[in-house]
C-alpha cells in the first residue's frame, strides 16, 4: 500500500507527467500535489476540476445510473488531463489528477498505471 506522497510520486514517473494530484471535489482542496510547470498553477487546475466532477456525479445522479465514473479525460492541444476519482470506501469525496503531455504520452498506458496507483493509494 501505497501513501500520498509516494501515490504522487508514482504518477511523476508515468511517461509524459507534467504533474499530479489528490483533490476533495467536495470543497476542491488540493491534498497533494506533484510537479507542474512556471505557467501551470496545478493548486488552481485540479480546484476547477471539481466542478467538472461535481457536474458529471450530479448528472450521474439525475439519470438514475447505477454506474461510477472510472476516469474522465480531458484533452487539449498539447496535453491530456485524467481525472480518477476514487472508489475504494476512504476516498469518497476525492480524485486523482494527472496531467500528461500528449506528444510525450501513451494514454491507455497513463490510465492503467494511474489506475494502478489509485488501488494501491492508502489514505
Known amino acids: 500500500m501505497a501513501n500520498l506522497d509516494t501515490a504522487l510520486k508514482d504518477a511523476m ?4 507527467a507534467i504533474g499530479a494530484a489528490l483533490v476533495d471535489y467536495t470543497s476542491g482542496m488540493t491534498l497533494g500535489v506533484a510537479g507542474g510547470t512556471p505557467e501551470i498553477d496545478l493548486t488552481v487546475a485540479a480546484a476547477g476540476n471539481t466542478d467538472v466532477v461535481r457536474a458529471k456525479m450530479r448528472t450521474i445522479e439525475m439519470l438514475k445510473l447505477n454506474d461510477d465514473i472510472e476516469d474522465m ?12 476519482p476514487l472508489a ?12 500528461l503531455s500528449k506528444t510525450r504520452s501513451n494514454l491507455a498506458l497513463a490510465r492503467h498505471q494511474l489506475r494502478t496507483i489509485e488501488e494501491q493509494l492508502e489514505l
Open 73 to 84: 479525460l480531458i484533452t487539449l492541444g498539447g496535453q491530456y488531463h485524467i481525472i480518477r
Open 13 to 16: 514517473t508515468i511517461d509524459g
Open 88 to 99: 475504494g470506501p476512504n476516498g469518497k469525496g476525492l480524485f486523482l489528477y494527472l496531467m
